[in-house]
């Protein structure tokens, strides 16, 4: 019987940053959990020579393709491309559809579809570059002390996501920053209203009965002096010196206070993975402002599976082995055993 699963990842250069070389990590750690349930693990770096990877697979010839290819050439806006190729070949493959990374990686895109959908989102203003008639979620006003994050349309890992492109001002004194900062964050960015309050990541994985929401997590802010605005970036996320990781630590305990608002996570979640038509594994981030409203900031189809992040701590705390996580990843997407 043919065992062979194809790890197909975006080839890392050299020197890489630790968010790009963390997906040699997420490698390791699927194979490891793969071979354990005795499949053949094969790693396949991919970049933009897609008529390679193709060869590469029609070569191995694979039960299918785990996939954790989180860009190409470090562009998250090609995220989508090998899922959408492994379409074409008609090879299955782990996690969400193509179409579903497409819509929700290109996260103004997503907010609109959400906006329609009457699930709630911050506000925004429209991208530079402008690269198609975005309609807005809301009117953004013109307080000239209106908080804002500017954040990158396509790039994840929290690229750029830090206290620096935290700004004020009215929607078109901020559209006018867009353009300057657009070349740090990918070659395009947007930016969201700012909601102070606290934040918390829903892990989904998927089951032959539906979809299961994993335990929700709630990133702490404990050291953040009052009225600063605490937030996950990119130091937080990946620099393990820095006080901003030190500061963010994940916590699954919650106050019998908080099961409503708990629950309505959990129904915002849901409804996101049908309305994206998610599948496998994803994660919901949201934030919920001090009257305890939730908005949903961004849905992740492609969440880190490194032993040491959110998704398998979610698993954990819901007394999954991340090697069972696995097996279940593979099993609802790859071949029926």
Same mark, same amino acid.
């Given at each position: ?7 197909? /990842? ?13 997906? *040699?990590?997420?490698?390791?750690? &699927? ?9 053949? #693990? ?11 990877? @193709?060869?590469? *697979?029609?070569?191995?010839? #694979?039960?299918?393709?785990?996939? =954790? ?8 806006? *090609?995220?989508?491309?090998? %899922? ?7 090879? #299955? ?12 990686? /290109? @996260? ?50 929290? *690229? ?18 867009? @353009? ?35 335990? +929700?997590? !709630?990133?702490?802010? +404990? ?5 600063? %605005?605490?937030? &996950? ?5 990946? /620099? !393990? ?18 099961? +409503? ?12 993975? /049908?309305?994206?038509? =998610? ?17 949903? =900031? ?6 880190? =599976? ?32």
């Amino acid at each position: 019987m043919n065992r062979s699963i194809a790890v197909v /990842h975006n080839a890392v250069t050299d020197p890489a940053g630790p968010d790009e070389a963390d997906v *040699l990590v997420q490698v390791a750690a &699927v194979s490891e959990a793969l071979n354990s349930l005795g499949y053949d #693990p094969i790693p396949v770096p991919c970049t933009l020579d897609l008529a390679a990877l @193709k060869q590469a *697979l029609e070569k191995i010839r #694979p039960l299918g393709v785990f996939n =954790l290819v989180e860009s190409l050439e470090n562009r998250g806006s *090609l995220i989508h491309v090998v %899922p959408a190729l492994l379409d074409t070949m008609t090879v #299955p493959y782990t996690g969400c559809p193509a179409a579903a990374v497409y819509a929700t990686s /290109h @996260k103004v895109m997503a907010k609109e579809r959400l906006c329609l959908a009457g699930l709630p989102t911050p506000a925004w203003i429209n991208p530079f570059p402008a690269d198609m008639p975005w309609q807005g979620g809301m009117d953004p006003g013109d307080d000239p002390g209106s908080l804002w994050i500017i954040k990158s349309v396509w790039e994840h890992g929290s *690229l750029g996501l830090e206290t620096e492109n935290l700004v004020t001002g009215t929607a078109k004194t901020v559209t006018r920053m867009l @353009k300057e900062r657009a070349p740090g964050l990918g070659g395009a960015c947007f930016a969201e209203a700012f909601i102070f309050g606290r934040e918390f990541n829903l892990s989904l994985l998927a089951t032959r009965s539906g979809v299961t929401v994993l335990p +929700p997590a !709630e990133i702490l802010f +404990p050291d953040t002096p009052a009225g600063r %605005p605490g937030m &996950v970036g990119f130091r937080a996320k990946w /620099h !393990e010196n820095s006080e901003e990781y030190r500061n963010t630590p994940r916590q699954f305990d919650f106050a019998p206070s908080d099961t +409503p608002l708990l629950k309505e996570l959990e129904t915002l979640a849901r409804r996101c993975w /049908h309305l994206f038509h =998610l599948a496998g594994y994803a994660r919901v981030d949201f934030r919920v402002d001090p009257d305890g409203r939730p908005f949903v =900031l961004e849905i992740n189809t492609n969440p880190c =599976l490194s032993p040491d992040a959110g998704f398998a701590a979610a698993l954990k705390q819901a007394d999954i082995s991340y090697i069972d996580g696995i097996h279940r990843i593979v099993t609802t997407r790859l071949c029926s055993e």
